[in-house]
């Protein structure tokens, strides 16, 4: 069963960072183009960053310039480096796969207050 394992979220002032970690089962990681995911309260999930397995990446226009996504395959981990949070960067954030299937983790919350 694949398992998605998400971390590193938290309560951060405006103007913080946080490094989010997800580390998945199996092969996901290397095989895979991957991605990071933001739901917040009464929206929709969105993807924010996505990284090829060659390392090429793509953001959300939201969060360009201030997030950094990054893979270890040898971990199978992928990570998302948040600077100069904002309170719309409040939600949930997940990592899953950018194709399909998708597998989902539990999440980790991400709370940055206005």
């Known amino acids: 069963q694949v398992q998605m394992v998400e971390s590193g979220g938290g309560l951060v002032q405006p103007g913080g960072s946080l490094r989010l970690s997800c580390i998945a089962s199996?092969?996901?990681?290397?095989?895979?183009?991957m991605g990071w995911y933001r739901q917040a309260p009464g929206k929709q999930r969105e993807l924010v960053a996505g990284?090829?397995?060659?390392?090429?990446?793509n953001y959300a226009d939201s969060v360009k310039g201030r997030f950094t996504i990054s893979r270890d395959n040898a971990k199978n981990t992928v990570y998302l480096r948040m600077n100069n949070l904002k309170p719309e960067d409040t939600g949930v954030y997940y990592c899953?796969?950018?194709?399909?299937?998708?597998?989902w983790g539990q999440g980790t919350q991400v709370t940055v207050p206005s």
């Open positions: 899953s796969s950018l194709g399909l299937p998708r597998y």
């Open positions: 990284i090829t397995s060659g390392g090429i990446t």
């Open positions: 199996g092969n996901i990681v290397r095989s895979n183009a």
